[in-house]
């Protein structure tokens, strides 16, 4: 998910010697996501399996919008797959599910 303590997240897989992880960290900000009121990171080492109806639903909770899988840049898709694939507290699964729904380019 999206955290505006990237600074924090950074900082934390330092301290613990995982530099790998400290770099799957994907910066966006307000030009990729209106709703966002500071420069964030989407922390793809905490990535999850949930439905797109559960990611919907935690959106607009969150945010009180509606936002597309459309409406994400598909530069963005790719550095975000690509750092899933990248990070080393990844499940191997959830990579290859990564993959197929967004495959690398090589």
Known sequence: MITSKSRNQR?????????????????VSDRDFPFLSRDSAINCNATELITGKELEERI???TGLEISKEAVPDRLKAEIVSAIDRSP????????????VYPLET
């Open 11 to 27: 900082e934390y897989y330092r301290r613990i010697h995982n530099v790998r992880a400290a770099g799957c960290l994907v910066a």
């Open 60 to 62: 607009e909770k969150q």
């Open 89 to 100: 507290l990844t499940a191997p699964m959830l990579k290859d599910l990564a993959k197929a």
